[in-house]
């Protein structure tokens, strides 16, 4: 429970239950839990989807919608995927990469980068086919990326959350991460669910060595790109008709 209430409070504006900081194994046994706080959070977002299209244009709804996302989660996958841009297109060595993205000034890439997201999220969501399916596996899938990201590939720094999150977090965490994805893919769509599992996952093996090209291990904002790059593709998927 400790573990799962850590997920929660770590990912998103959940209530601080637990009015202490979280150990380092706490933080590493919270990583199976993500795609938990996925669910719960895609629910929400299904509900306040469904009560303002009652009474809104589907594009003001969907507006209403990202403004939603971005508080129940605090805009903290927002801000890594900003700072990877800016990192990774504003710096010319993975030392200086990593200074731009410690940097809590915005650039030119970042701001760019995050209103195309904006708006590409804002039309995916006023285009879905499937709705209550896209909001409850957009971010139960990118959540379940940024669990399999944090144990399969390489920290870049030598300190901080990131580095006690990874060093407790393991391939258990993984398998359970997993397994409730599957779950929950099946449920949803059945075999295109599995499908698009296959799929999120080549998308994050191809991300995240494209950043170990430029850096020399992932951070906190390589996750936050992660989380907000799969939601968006999973946004996407579901605008298309089959």
């Given at each position: 429970?400790?573990a ?8 998103t504006?959940f209530?601080?239950?637990v ?40 594009y003001?709804?969907a ?5 939603a996302?971005l508080?129940?989660?605090?805009a903290l996958?927002f ?31 970042g ?13 995916a ?7 209550p ?8 899938l ?10 399969a ?11 006690d ?5 393991g391939?258990?965490q ?5 397994l ?10 059945q075999?295109?669910g ?5 799929m999120i ?19 906190g904002d390589?996750y ?19």
């Open positions: 429970m400790i799962l209430l850590a997920a929660f409070q770590f990912l504006i209530p601080a239950f009015r202490r900081m979280f150990t380092a194994d706490e933080m590493g046994r919270a990583v199976g839990f993500f795609p938990w706080v996925g669910l719960a959070l895609g629910g929400l977002l299904l509900g306040v989807d469904s009560l303002l299209r009652s009474f809104l244009s589907p003001l709804a507006v209403m919608v990202v403004a996302w508080f129940l989660t605090r996958h801000d890594g995927f900003l700072d990877i841009f800016d990192g990774l297109f504003g710096g010319f060595s993975p030392i200086r990469r990593l200074e731009i993205m410690k940097d809590p000034r915005v650039g030119a890439f701001v760019a980068a995050g209103v195309l997201l904006i708006f590409a999220k804002l039309f969501i006023s285009a879905l086919n499937t709705r399916a896209a909001f409850i596996l957009a971010p139960v990118a959540r379940w990326a940024m669990s399999i990201a944090i144990v590939f390489p920290y870049a720094r030598q300190q901080g959350l990131g580095v999150m990874k060093s407790h977090a391939w258990p993984v398998v359970i991460s997993s409730f994805t599957l779950l929950v893919a099946w449920l949803a769509v075999g295109w599995l499908a698009l599992v296959v996952a080549a998308l994050l093996f191809l991300s995240a060595r494209y950043m170990l090209t430029l850096l020399p291990g992932l951070t390589s936050g790109f992660i989380c907000e790059l799969v939601e968006l593709v999973v946004l996407v998927v579901f605008t298309i008709n089959y």
